[in-house]
């Protein structure tokens, strides 16, 4: 029986991931969610994890007087719950060096796009106006680039000639769904790792797109 990993989840919005990472705790499934801490009062994702009994917190960053400030406070409270890894889901903060060097190697975030592909905001309108064939999304380790770190998974769909920003959008986001609980299974199970040559499943360096599922 594999040891519980405990998981500390950081969200800004309405958490559709969270979602999908506290749907995916169950039998076998060593990952289990400790706490989610936000840093707006009004995130609907804190409703969704009292909803799952989880613990939650609110760090609210304008009441900090820099950045710095703010994620020594914030990592004083992550670290409250002895996390083994902390994910990012849809937590809309760029954070600071420190923070990053503080949880590496454990801390996850994803991206709505084909990284290294479209890094930063807009990235189904970026695709769209591209005129890609294809997008999708990737589950990341955070590193102090920006979408810059080692890709872990990346799920990969096709752009249907209809597509606009919104349809595109929700396509995008039920593969995220998918494969953000698979990323936290795969940590908590020992099976996914940050090394000095990148990304590791299964004792293998995974190549710069990390594995690939096709949806």
């Known amino acids: 029986m594999t040891a519980a990993c405990n998981v500390v989840v950081l969200i800004s919005g309405s958490g559709s991931n969270l979602q999908a990472l506290i749907d995916s705790q169950a039998d076998g499934n060593p990952a289990c969610i400790r706490a989610v801490i936000a840093n707006r ?3 609907f ?3 969704r994890a009292q909803g799952a009994h989880i613990p939650t ?3 609210d960053h304008k009441a ?6 703010f994620d020594a406070a914030l990592m004083e409270v992550i670290d409250g719950y002895a ?3 902390v994910i990012l889901a849809g937590f809309m903060r760029i954070l600071t060096p420190g923070f990053v060097r503080h949880y590496q190697g454990r801390l996850l975030n994803i991206h709505p ?3 290294p592909k479209y890094k930063g905001l807009d990235t189904h309108r ?8 294809e997008h999708g999304c990737s589950v990341h380790f955070v590193t102090e680039e920006l979408d810059g770190g080692p890709v872990a998974i990346q799920a990969t769909l096709q752009v249907n000639s209809g597509d606009d920003i919104e349809s595109l959008t929700q396509r995008v986001h039920a593969a995220e769904h998918q494969i953000y609980p698979l ?3 795969w940590f908590a199970e020992g099976r996914l790792r940050l090394a000095e040559q990148g990304a590791m499943l299964d004792g293998v360096t995974l190549p710069a797109a990390g594995y690939q599922i096709r949806i």
């Not at 900090?64 to 400030?69: C, N, P, Y």
């Not at 970026?126 to 064939?133: M, N, P, Q, T, V």
């Open 83 to 85: 996390p083994d890894l």
């Open 45 to 47: 994702g804190l409703t």
């Open 64 to 69: 900090f007087g820099s950045r710095e400030a």
């Open 183 to 185: 990323a936290m299974r």
């Open 41 to 43: 009062a009004d995130a």
């Open 126 to 133: 970026r695709a769209l106006e591209a005129g890609d064939s």
């Open 57 to 59: 917190a609110v760090l």
């Open 113 to 115: 796009s084909l990284l």
